[in-house]
């Protein structure tokens, strides 16, 4: 079966094949490279993965191991809709002629234009974030009062958050667009689902459970007689809707408790950047830390590939997913399979990732309850509830990738009805 993906990023190895450095994923998109690989150990797929690229000027092709690669150049942004695209897309249909297209997620402008080439009957969108749901929850967390003293240099020059917030509405436009066009939906949680459902209730809705990053399932387990004791763990924080600004709210109950208690959080300091450079929502954690005098309580540990931020996870005493909203966090399903005891706000999917484990879910706000539930577990090792067993389940790389060739399958040879 031809397959072809349209991702957001492209994939380390078109990196190397483009540029001749060796790169490695640290921010986000590492499980399309778990999925990638599961799908091709398990199953004869004739892969082909395209992805915008701000490195390239024209359409460029790229034959690596497994997988063919195709870049696509994006010189209006990825949050404008360029018409001028959807010819490139035509060009690459042709040239890969797809039994299944599946576009992986929703935010940006080039899924909606790759969508509109190709056949919607062979054409699959999976769920990833939503920005149109996402932008309501952008600020929470921060009065109007807080937001304005967060202005910077920079942010007059480049927009503040509310700025990025209006970004956020004005690309979830585009993906409702792309939602109510579309006829098959890939998504695993009751939330996304009802999202899907109420843009366009006639779309099928198909529910796959995601892979995670390779490293994950090498069967090593997060042991509390070698954690680093009250110690807190971020996977990421670098816009407020991943929630650090009600970890640090919350620090100062932590350390009446908990003298020694640490944040440690993945991704540089934003903090830390000169007066000139500084982003607004860096200025605003830079003064919550200064307020709780926490500033020797917080570290940036900074970008992190696969097996570092696998240690980062083992080395913690608890995993905290504060985010204003998420639909399903892959760095969630990381921290369960691993055994770490997680703590997460109750938004958007995430309840249904912390399903048996709904103590220790907390209202996003509840910045006291936030602070109570880290103190149980610093307090009480045998309370936590081990999810290994229920996230490995979740995310079983043969599983999952059967699932998807189901999926494809029918798209590739739907079954017509037969007329009486």
Not at 114 to 134: C, H, M, N, W
């Amino acid at each position: 079966m031809v397959v072809l993906w349209i991702v957001n990023n492209a994939l380390p190895e078109a990196e190397f094949l483009l540029s001749g450095r060796k790169t490695e994923i640290k921010t986000t998109g590492g499980w399309v490279y778990g999925y990638a690989s599961a799908l091709l150990e398990h199953h004869e797929v004739d892969l082909h993965i395209a992805s915008i690229h701000f490195g390239v000027r024209e359409l460029t092709v790229l034959k690596g191991e497994r997988i063919t690669y195709y870049l696509v150049p994006c010189p209006k942004g990825s949050l404008v809709y360029d018409r001028d695209q959807e010819e490139i897309w035509r060009r690459i249909g042709g040239m890969v002629n797809p039994d299944v297209v599946h576009i992986h997620g929703t935010e940006f402008a080039h899924s909606l234009a790759s969508f509109r080439v190709f056949d919607p009957e062979k054409t699959v969108v999976s769920i990833q974030g939503l920005k149109s749901a996402y932008w309501e929850y952008y600020t929470q967390g921060f009065t109007p009062s807080e937001l304005r003293r967060g202005w910077t240099v920079r942010d007059l020059l480049k927009g503040n958050m509310l700025h990025e917030q209006k970004l956020f509405r004005k690309s979830g436009e585009l993906e409702a667009e792309l939602l109510r066009e579309c006829r098959h939906v890939i998504g695993r949680t009751s939330w996304d689902r009802a999202r899907v459902w109420a843009l366009n209730p006639s779309a099928r809705y198909h529910f796959c459970n995601e892979v995670l990053r390779p490293e994950f399932y090498d069967g090593r387990r997060w042991d509390y007689e070698r954690c680093s004791r009250h110690t807190i763990f971020l996977s990421q924080a670098e816009y407020a809707i991943k929630g650090l600004h009600q970890v640090l709210k919350a620090m100062p109950l932590v350390l009446r408790e908990y003298p020694d208690a640490k944040v440690r959080v993945a991704g540089w300091n934003i903090t830390d950047a000169p007066w000139y450079r500084i982003h607004g929502y860096g200025k605003l954690l830079r003064r919550c830390i200064r307020d709780n005098g926490l500033s020797d309580a917080v570290t940036f540990v900074g970008h992190l590939n696969a097996e570092e931020i696998k240690e980062e996870y083992l080395r913690s005493n608890v995993f905290v997913c504060p985010s204003s909203i998420e639909n399903s966090p892959n760095s969630l399903g990381e921290a369960q399979i691993l055994g770490v005891p997680c703590i997460a706000s109750y938004v958007g999917g995430v309840m249904d990732m912390m399903k048996g484990n709904e103590d220790n879910l907390y209202r996003f706000e509840e910045v006291s309850m936030l602070a109570a539930k880290i103190c149980r577990v610093f307090a009480d090792r045998g309370c936590q509830t081990d999810m290994s067993s229920e996230a490995a389940a979740r995310h079983d790389p043969k599983k999952n990738s059967a699932v998807l060739m189901s999926i494809y399958g029918e798209l590739a040879s739907p079954v017509k009805s037969l007329e009486i």
